[in-house]
């Protein structure tokens, strides 16, 4: 049994592990965590809203749904996205995925 359960160890002279080495392993653990998920994910929102809020008339995006159009008028909350001639959706901005490049549209 001794195998799962430690054995009991009087006190005299043993010395007991420090907090800070008790507590390295989730600090290591915290420390990957912060570079190999949340660093990448901030900078990936951060560059999406700069994307988003540098939308003009005429670019042609791609929407969160996979719609492929040309932007007609931005507002502040909306965009409408022409994506047939004379058919046009109104999406929330923030749904826009990408802004592709020049061409794109009229190539499908």
Known sequence: MDFFIQTAVAA??????SIWTSM??????FVVFYFLLIRPQTKRQKEHRKMVGALNAGDEVVT?????????????QFVTVEIADSVQIKVQRH??????????FKDT
């Open 64 to 76: 969160g749904g996979g719609v492929l159009g040309r932007v007609t008028n931005v507002g502040e």
């Open 12 to 17: 005299n002279g043993v010395d007991t592990p």
């Open 24 to 29: 390295l392993p989730l600090v290591i653990i």
């Open 95 to 104: 749904t826009v995925s990408a802004i592709v490049p020049k061409g794109t």
